[in-house]
Antibody
Framework: QVQLQESGPGLVKASQTLSLTCSVS??????????WSWVRQHPGKGLEWIGY???????YYNPSLESRVSISIDPYEGQFSLNLRSVTAADTAVYYC???????????WGQGIPVTVSS | SYDLSQPLSVSAALGQTATITCSGT??????VHWYQQKPGQAPVLVIY???IRPSGIPERFSGSNSGNTATLTINRAQMGDEAAYYC?????????FGGGTKLTVL
């Protein structure tokens, strides 16, 4: 059974870069018909898709965040990462990593990591 | 961009049927997936490809999709079903989530 675990700082200063890593166990991220994705949830709000990466390294991002976001993958370590640049208080949210059956559903999620952007 | 609309809240009496809708233009031509999220927890997939239950999801959960509306139905609603429910589709290469519906079991 695949498991995902987010890690990274829970507090980031405004204008800096938010960097998170998702460690995947129980499945290889270098094979299979899966995307590896990031989703966030602002306090008390709904789910917002950030972007995804395929094991080949191909990425696709939410157009509303595309100018500030990058996702990378390290198949050897079984990890994929999120970088969100020039953060503001509006980026304060719980960030989830998830596995996506290609162009279908998000079938496995990490527990989420809360990130606060401070001024 | 493609939009999905969900009611903010829905209520159902204990043991009765809860119905949560998700609306979008020609939604019936897309595959709809549903997630349950309880407070403080990650979302959990409860229905995929309109009407398929993942293993471990009770048979009380079912889905349908036709025209402009997809529906998540929860039969014999229980207190443990109280949660937010989100629909999700793909729009070309983008992921679209509905705004979410809070289910209250009375």
């Amino acid at each position: 059974q695949v498991q995902l675990q987010e890690s990274g700082p829970g507090l980031v200063k405004a204008s800096q870069t938010l960097s998170l890593t998702c460690s995947v166990s129980g499945a290889s991220i270098s094979v299979g018909d899966y995307y590896w994705s990031w989703v966030r949830q602002h306090p008390g709000k709904g789910l917002e898709w950030i972007g995804y990466i395929y094991h080949s390294g191909n990425t696709y991002y939410n157009p509303s965040l595309e100018s500030r976001v990058s996702i990378s993958i390290d198949p050897y370590e079984g990890q994929f990462s999120l970088n969100l640049r020039s953060v503001t208080a509006a980026d304060t949210a719980v960030y989830y990593c998830a596995r996506v059956e290609t162009a279908v559903d998000f079938d496995s999620w990490g527990q989420g990591i809360p990130v606060t952007v401070s001024s | 961009s493609y939009d999905l609309s969900q009611p903010l809240s829905v209520s159902a009496a204990l043991g009765q049927t809860a119905t949560i809708t998700c609306s979008g233009t020609s939604l019936g031509s897309k595959l709809v997936h549903w997630y349950q999220q309880k407070p403080g927890q990650a979302p959990v997939l409860v229905i995929y490809k309109d009407n398929i239950r993942p293993s471990g999801i009770p048979e009380r959960f079912s889905g349908s999709n036709s025209g402009n509306t997809a529906t998540l139905t929860i039969n014999r609603a229980q207190m443990g079903d109280e949660a937010a429910y989100y629909c999700q589709v793909w729009d070309v290469r983008s992921v679209i989530f509905g705004g979410g519906t809070k289910l209250t079991v009375l």
